[in-house]
């Protein structure tokens, strides 16, 4: 077998040509400022050949922190009842953040829920159609929803109502993992409901873990199967054990892991959106996860709204580190600035065109 060499690796992925899986794993495994610079650099010209120096900004708005499911690596799992302050904010206050996010120049409202049982279990769901409702009458930005697993006509009222994007993470695309990470969670339904969302025309977010118990092998995998589903967002974050649940003294990988795997995402899917997660380093972590070749800054949250995050849930938010005003001189430090709000609609409306073409 033909020795790899990086220059080579990188050439072809700026070609346009398929990487083959061995070529992947060599990148995933890289170390070594040298040649992990390499991959960076070549990820951040990828990023600039299709967005330029823009940058696109989310809020997060977690409105409950129910659920019905006991993921074993989330703080927010039904079972974990000692360690988790729960809420499930009105709509009020939900109206009056996302309001307050519009204005600041974010430019998506994420709609993150646990499967809250009130919601999905009670009859409830027309209050949360009539939330979502308000949210995109008031604040006239694109949304997205992630509300966990829903049936083909939940997802059709979201749709129906102006929500554009649906986000559900697998976390992992090894099957045998996959079951041990989401419990009782069927693998295929939680899949599929991704290629659903294509099908009515939404956009779909895929996402999943490193530093969970994964082989590169097993990340590799995880890479082919958002480029199957045609993910037009994608996203990583580093697992963070949480109190309180059956990975609380998990040994969890080095964070360098999250970056190689956002800049082989860049490479394998240059023209996507790649989120920089404020909810793992907060602050701190942003700008390595931009100069990764990220174009998409998340879980921006408010202060003093009683808001969390999910997997480093207070990190900076009370101290205004997840607010716009603190992420612009990162922004600028790293030759950034915030798209034009006209900018992400368009985007989102030509990629939806690939779909309503397609239905
Ligand atoms: S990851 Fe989501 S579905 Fe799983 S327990 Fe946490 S909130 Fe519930």
Known sequence: MTELIIEDILAKATAGETLADREIIHLLNLEGENDTEKLFSAARIARTKHFGN??????????????????????????????????????????ETAEQMAGSGVHLLDLTMGEDPYYFNNGHFDELLALVRAVKEKSDLPLMISPGVVSHDQLNSFKEIGVDWYALYQETHNRERYAQLRLGQDYDTRLNMKRYAHEIGMLAEEGLLSGVGESTEDLCNSLNVMRELSADQVRVMSFIPQVGTPLENFKTSPHLRELLIIAVMRLLFPDRLIPASLDVDGLAGLKQRLNAGANVVTSIIPPHQGFQGVSQSTLDVDEGGRSVDAILPVLNSCGLHPAQIDSYKTWVAQRRQLYSRQG
């Open 54 to 95: 823009e940058i696109f900004m989310y809020a997060f708005i977690y409105f409950s922190t129910y659920c019905r499911n006991d993921c074993a690596f989330c703080l927010y799992r039904r079972s974990n009842q000692a360690a988790v302050k729960r809420y499930r904010k009105s709509i009020e206050d939900i109206i």
